[in-house]
């Protein structure tokens, strides 16, 4: 079966401009997740969604990140304005919807390498 | 707030030589534990998962890992690396209540042919 597809796989901007990555996860898989990944650092949860609805946004810095799942499949990321702070890669990660509290193995995208200069 | 420490952030080893990557974390209740890797190019994948039962559990490609449950630990082990596991390497834990992965930092390994 086909992977998570994220794209743009680079992109660089300089601060304070805007940039957004698209992410189509495995088919069938109603979770999707984003999440943030500082060189020399693990990845860390931006955002949770349930097909079209947010099931965690905690860690999202909304001042400036925002993301969207309109039609339960692909979802869009975008940070307006960007900070220098914002380089890293951005990874998509699906997995089906949990069953009764169990876990479902989340598979991940090749992610896109953020630059802010 | 659960966390993951990884304390080696970079190994070098020969070939067939044993590994051992430490991961501890930090979270008394119920854990589920993961090791993913991250081969050079290629996506983060699952290597392993503790769930329950025996502590000992077995991953893909000869990996294992022991949980420690008084330790808080959940340590990587393979008897015989290959220059083909040269990689990064995150331990990750699922705690009951957020049901969210947090991630450790990672320990590259690089495997000398």
């Known amino acids: 079966e086909a992977g998570v597809a994220q794209s743009p796989r680079y992109k660089i901007i300089e601060k304070r401009q805007s940039v957004a990555f698209w992410c189509n996860p495995i088919?069938?898989?109603?979770?999707l997740y984003w999440y943030q990944q500082i060189l020399g650092q693990g990845p860390k949860l931006l955002i949770q969604?349930?097909?079209?609805?947010?099931?965690?946004d905690s860690q999202l810095p909304k001042d400036r990140f925002s993301a969207e799942r309109l039609k339960g499949v692909d979802s869009t990321l975008k940070i307006q304005p960007a900070k220098l702070e914002d380089s890293a890669v951005y990874l998509c990660?699906?997995?089906?919807?949990?069953?009764?509290?169990?876990?479902?193995?989340?598979?991940f995208g090749p992610g896109t390498r953020l630059t802010v200069l | 707030a659960q966390s993951v420490s990884q304390h080696n952030h970079h190994v070098i080893l020969s070939e067939a030589a044993s590994l051992e990557l430490g991961c501890n974390y930090s979270?008394?209740?119920?854990?589920?534990l993961f090791w993913y890797v991250q081969y050079p190019g290629q996506h983060l994948q699952l290597l392993l998962k503790?769930?329950?039962?025996?502590?000992l559990v077995k991953g893909i490609k000869g990996f294992e890992a022991e949980f420690i449950k008084s330790k808080f630990s959940f340590n990587l082990r393979k008897p015989s690396v290959q220059w083909s596991d040269t990689a990064e390497y995150f331990c990750?834990?699922?705690?009951?209540?957020?049901?969210?992965?947090?991630f450790g930092s990672g320990t590259q390994l690089t495997v000398l042919p």
């Open positions: 990660a699906s997995s089906h919807a949990p069953t009764s509290g169990l876990y479902n193995e989340q598979f």
């Open positions: 088919s069938g898989h109603a979770t």
């Open positions: 969604f349930q097909n079209n609805g947010v099931v965690d």
């Open positions: 979270y008394g209740g119920t854990v589920n």
């Open positions: 503790y769930f329950s039962g025996d502590p």
């Open positions: 990750a834990v699922l705690s009951g209540s957020a049901r969210q992965l947090t």
